[in-house]
């Protein structure tokens, strides 16, 4: 007899979790399966950031850390966010976490309540919403369209706000589609956030070094609100370290305070390594993460091309990241004679099945018409991929 609580059963599955262990399994039974479901750099930790992980190691960084990340970290972080985004949060203001993950659920427990409404941008990231759900937060969700670059309008957060809005989460550059806001939209959504005295805002800015045209603008840049905003951001993307976990927050004292008290009771002061990592990424510079950039900019021009040739597929090309997120709206209701294909997650585990190419169903992005194509693997299992897909998908009538 199970006995799980209320809490752990409201919670669903990461499904981009779930298509990379479904991968993985197919791997270890001898299948060729292409994963394009991870949001993962496929390039290695810079070889500067590695040496200085080892030199922690030799001098015995093996005691607990501070909670909220060692000073010298926090101070370098501190430096980051003022000179190039042009923030000024002190280090007690940041907070140092395992993984741009704990940091969210950080900022939601320490400040979302039961029955607070917090909303998001539908194409959402997967843990936006459970996350919520844990906080006993109720998630309103704004739908934006393929048609519109799945940005949404300034006019439709000013329409979902309510006595009860608690939060609002932004993220730009954004996983799932790519898509970058700019600073004239940023704007004029921080407009709609000023006008309204305790809603707050979580900017997460895990993607802004991998930006394809024009600059990542803050939220928190924006002084009318900068008091009301908490910064995301972390080392995993644009360092390609998604296995040190290391994210950080840039928020006002209180909520930094409030974190850090959360995080004494759940996890302490995370890997001491892995700080010592992170703090050589943030001050050094060897140029890796330009020829990252250009690779997945590179990548993105060619799946894009690709996809394009799909008839049937529509797709908006990404400024940031390493996501597109098509819509496969016209191949729903459609069969192989095996099956129909009912939603976007049915088309998922079909390519899996048939083309042994791992994507993800748009529906827990609450995108139920799309899937998520993450371009993070080489060109040529990009090539080989697309024409998979290509070839499993004409075969549906």
């Not at 302490?268 to 001050?283: D, K, P």
């Amino acid at each position: 007899m199970e006995y799980l609580s209320d809490r752990i059963k409201s919670l669903s599955v990461s499904q981009t979790l779930a298509m990379a262990q479904k991968s993985r399994e197919l791997k270890a039974k001898g299948l060729d399966v292409i994963s394009l479901s991870l949001g993962e750099p496929d390039f290695n930790t810079p070889d500067y950031v590695k040496t200085a992980a080892k030199k922690a190691i030799d001098d015995n960084y093996s005691k607990y850390p501070p909670v909220p990340g060692y000073d010298d970290l926090r101070a370098a972080i501190s430096k980051k966010f003022r000179e190039e985004n042009g923030l000024e949060y002190t280090p007690e203001q940041i907070v140092v976490s395992a993984g741009g993950k704990h940091s969210l659920i950080n900022v939601i427990l320490s400040i979302v309540n039961p029955g607070d409404e917090v909303i998001i941008l539908a194409p959402y990231w997967v843990s936006y919403y459970d996350q919520i759900i844990l906080a006993g937060g109720k998630p309103v969700i704004i739908r934006a369209t393929l048609e519109n670059d799945f940005k949404v309008r300034p006019e439709q957060i000013e329409a979902a706000i309510t006595d009860k809005t608690r939060l609002l989460i932004f993220n730009s550059p954004s996983n799932p589609t790519g898509m970058v806001y700019t600073g004239d939209e940023i704007g004029k959504i921080a407009d709609v956030i000023g006008r309204h005295e305790g809603l707050f805002v979580i900017s997460d800015e895990i993607y802004e070094h991998i930006i394809f045209e024009g600059l990542h603008v803050s939220m928190a840049s924006f002084k009318s609100i900068y008091d009301r905003v908490i910064t995301v951001n972390g080392v995993s993307k644009g360092y390609a370290m998604t296995g040190w976990r290391i994210g950080y927050i840039g928020a006002p004292v209180w909520i930094s305070r409030a974190c850090n008290k959360l995080q004494g009771q759940f996890t302490s002061g995370v890997c001491s390594i892995a700080q010592r990592a992170a703090l050589a990424a943030i001050q050094g510079n060897d140029g890796s993460r330009q020829v990252m950039k250009e690779a997945f900019q590179r990548r993105r021009d060619l799946v894009c091309n690709l996809l394009s040739d799909i008839e049937g597929m529509k797709i908006r090309v990404p400024q940031g990241a390493f996501y597109v997120m098509p819509d496969i709206s016209s191949f729903l209701g459609k069969s192989d004679g095996n099956g129909t294909i009912a939603n976007s997650d049915d088309l998922a585990l079909y390519l899996l099945d048939k083309a042994q190419v791992a994507v993800v169903g748009g529906g827990a992005f609450g995108a139920p018409e799309c899937i998520r194509i993450s371009y993070a693997t080489s060109d040529e299992l990009l090539v080989e991929a697309v024409k998979r897909i290509k070839s499993a998908l004409s075969r549906l009538n």
